[in-house]
C-alpha cells in the first residue's frame, strides 16, 4: 500500500502489505466490516490502508 496513513484517523496504519516482510501484515488475520469502508473518503479508497485502532473502535461501537 503506498501510503502509511490511516484514512479515518490520520495516524500512521502500521501496514506491511507490499513490503515483502515475512509473515504478512496484522490486517491479514482481521475482519473488516464492509460498513467501515463508508468512513473512507472517496479518494482514498484502495490508496491507505485503516489503521488497527480504528478497526477496533469501530467494532467496539458496532457490536
Same mark, same amino acid.
Given at each position: $500500500?503506498?501510503? +502509511?496513513? /490511516? *484514512?479515518? #484517523?490520520?495516524?500512521?496504519? +502500521? #501496514? $506491511?502489505g507490499? !513490503?515483502?516482510?515475512?509473515?504478512? #501484515?496484522? /490486517?491479514d @488475520?482481521?475482519?473488516? *466490516?464492509?460498513?467501515i469502508?463508508?468512513?473512507? *473518503?472517496?479518494? !482514498? %479508497?484502495? @490508496?491507505? /490502508? %485503516? #489503521? +488497527?485502532? /480504528? ?7 458496532? @457490536?
Amino acid at each position: $500500500m503506498a501510503n +502509511k496513513y /490511516c *484514512p479515518i #484517523c490520520g495516524e500512521e496504519n +502500521k #501496514c $506491511m502489505g507490499g !513490503s515483502g516482510a515475512r509473515g504478512g #501484515c496484522w /490486517c491479514d @488475520k482481521e475482519v473488516f *466490516p464492509n460498513e467501515i469502508f463508508a468512513l473512507v *473518503p472517496e479518494e !482514498s %479508497i484502495r @490508496k491507505h /490502508c %485503516i #489503521c +488497527k485502532n /480504528c478497526l477496533d473502535q469501530y467494532k467496539e461501537e458496532h @457490536k
